[in-house]
């Protein structure tokens, strides 16, 4: 064996700060006996690497050597989780697990029946003081803030927010998702030429449901609104736009950010789903003039630079680099990646994904076309068939807050356990009217079988069973779209916790569910977002094993026909309880 000869010192520099390594003679590698020492200068204060948490593994000193895997730990990202109920912020490691959090609710705002608003200014406090106090807890935690790499949104979607572009302030509430003050205008809009070429164009139907009838009905009622408008200064924009131009310093910043990106952009019915771009002939059927209207910049749902920075608070400088509504970012958090994959998020509503691939599909069995996600960086955007509930969890709030069935949510099931099925009793809990695939605007909520026998538990049951109902419609009519049966359903949200309403929904639809043990996936696919514009994460297969622990799966047990009794019945009460909201000639609902 000849000489191995001398390594010539090395040399690593970082921040500024440069490490020698003294020359290392090879040629005792030869000796059996020979051991080597190694020779870290002691003079470099990173080797402790006193900001990691204890849990991590022990991470090699900084300049050596640092695995992919390494530097995935060591980075975080951020996730701002803006509902319907509530704010949340939420802080995950390279891993996609949760170090800190903290959540917020606010008032929802019931001024007239059908009516649901937001104050634009206290949704942002909320989230303001969700961040502050997550990043108090993990500073508490040994972290620091510049171990955040980047934060992402994710957001209600349709809720509507209009300001003025000149000061900043909200000229209205936002008027949230599945608020109906607009059906009379829905119902006008039905009935003009072209209405039956929106779909194609845009991926949804008609219905109170979009931003685009919030908007017009805000323009033609709403005095300040209709000013701003008339003078060109009146910005508009969903959740995701209102938080990024306020967190970016709104008004007051050098260069204000008004951006969207192209999964919130597709639910204003303003957006062609082909182009991803705003449409003219869209925006005329709704009588938007684009010249006195501002409108965010569409742009991808993962970017370095298009949704600016923090410009204060405990997050002050990092940078915003994801944005997604909630329900794709829910599809992005449980990986649903391939084509063929679906979720179901239980949260305030309902709402079942499912990745088309490349080209939207549009649904002729009631569906909504949208844009699954779109990672820029010369990747395809991703498109989905979507059905939507618009009551899942808030059925249970009503059981809760109105009816005083139980003290909290949780103690639901509970309920429902009491009894051994729903005796009879089906409900079909249109508050909102029935969204996919139905999509009936005169149905309000009904029971339907009440007897003497009736208890509150069968109708807690039947609560329970209304989502699992819908979803299997929904999933009735994706097989129908798809020419494809799906094999399991991935889900999450706060419903998702009831094994009972996980075990029904397995036994109602005929197929496997599948329910991760981490089930933040709606906060954790923004981070994903965020992290993959700014490289915590690389490409898509880097996220092959994030979110896989602890899913426990339900498998069907009912009998197939006991199982389709009970769908027909459900759809029996579906058809009856049409018809309940009719106008009597002063105008005034009967």
């Known amino acids: 064996m000849g000489d191995l000869g001398d390594f010539n010192p090395i040399r690593f520099e970082e921040g500024g700060m440069v490490i020698d390594i003294p020359t290392l003679n090879l040629d005792s590698l030869k000796k059996p006996e020979a051991t080597i020492t190694p020779l870290y200068p002691d003079h470099i204060p990173t080797l402790e690497t006193p900001n990691l948490h204890p849990h991590h593994d022990k991470h090699l000193p ?53 009516w ?14 969700c961040i502050d106090e997550a990043m108090r807890k993990f500073v508490d935690l040994g972290y620091r803030k510049s171990d955040i790499r980047s934060i992402g949104i994710t957001n209600q979607r349709e809720t509507t927010v209009v300001w003025d572009n000149n000061t900043g302030e909200p000229l209205y509430n936002a008027i949230v998702w599945p608020d109906t003050r607009t ?31 919030k908007l017009m009905w805000l323009i033609e009622n709403v005095e300040a609104v209709k000013q701003a408008y008339e003078e060109g200064r009146l910005a508009f924009g969903t959740v995701d736009s209102w938080l990024i131009y306020k967190l970016n310093g709104g008004a007051k910043a050098a260069k204000p950010i008004h951006v969207t990106d192209s999964t919130n952009a597709s639910r204003t019915m303003f957006m062609n789903l082909h182009t991803l771009q705003y449409d003219d002939n869209l925006l005329k059927f709704f009588g938007i003039d684009r010249s006195k209207i501002h409108l965010p910049k569409i742009v991808p749902s993962s970017d370095p630079c298009c949704f600016g920075k923090i410009a204060k608070g405990a997050l002050s400088g990092v940078q915003i680099a994801g944005c997604l509504g909630d329900q794709s970012s829910a599809l992005v958090g449980q990986c649903g990646f391939s084509p063929g994959q679906a979720k179901n998020t239980y949260g305030t509503g309902c709402f079942l994904l499912y990745n088309v691939g490349t080209k939207p599909v549009i649904s002729k069995y009631g569906l909504l076309a949208t844009v699954a996600y779109d990672f820029g960086g010369g990747r395809k955007p991703v498109y989905a068939l979507e059905g939507s509930i618009a009551v899942a969890g808030s059925g249970v709030k009503f059981l809760m807050n109105n009816l005083g069935f139980v003290d909290k949510s949780s103690a639901i099931t509970e309920l429902a356990e009491s009894v051994e099925d729903n005796g009879g009793v089906v409900f079909v809990t249109a508050f909102s009217g029935l969204f996919a695939p139905y999509w009936i605007d005169d149905a309000k909520g009904t029971i339907f079988g009440i007897t003497q026998h009736t208890q509150k538990g069968h109708i807690a049951r039947a609560t329970l069973e209304a989502t699992c109902f819908q979803t299997k419609a929904i999933l009735d009519a994706m097989e129908k779209d798809s020419n494809a049966k799906l094999e399991s359903l991935a889900v999450d949200g706060g419903l998702s916790n009831s094994d009972l309403c996980m075990q029904t929904q397995a036994d109602i639809t005929g197929i496997p569910v599948d329910r991760p043990g981490m089930r933040e996936t709606t906060a954790l696919g923004a981070a994903i977002a965020a992290g993959l514009a700014t490289g ?15 899913r426990k799966v339900f498998k069907p047990n009912m009998e197939r026909k006991q199982a389709e009794k009970l769908f027909k019945k459900w759809e029996q009460a579906v058809e009856m309880s049409r018809g309940w909201v009719n106008e009597v000639a002063d105008g005034e609902e009967e």
């Open 116 to 129: 649901h608003e937001h104050e634009p200014l206290e949704l942002l406090a909320s989230v303001e003081e």
């Open 62 to 114: 900084r300049g050596i050597e640092k695995t992919p895997e390494e530097q995935r730990r060591h980075w975080f990202v951020g996730s701002i989780d803006q509902g319907t109920t509530s704010s949340r912020f939420l802080i995950f490691n390279g891993e996609g697990d949760p170090v800190a959090s903290h959540q917020l609710e606010f008032e929802n705002l019931y001024p007239k029946s059908g």
């Open 536 to 550: 915590v994460w690389k490409e898509l297969n880097d996220l092959k094993d994030v979110n896989q622990a602890g």
């Open 183 to 213: 059906k009379d205008l829905v119902r006008d809009l039905k009935s003009r030429d072209q209405a039956d070429t929106l779909t194609d164009l845009c991926g949804l139907p008609l219905s109170t449901y979009p931003s685009s009838v």
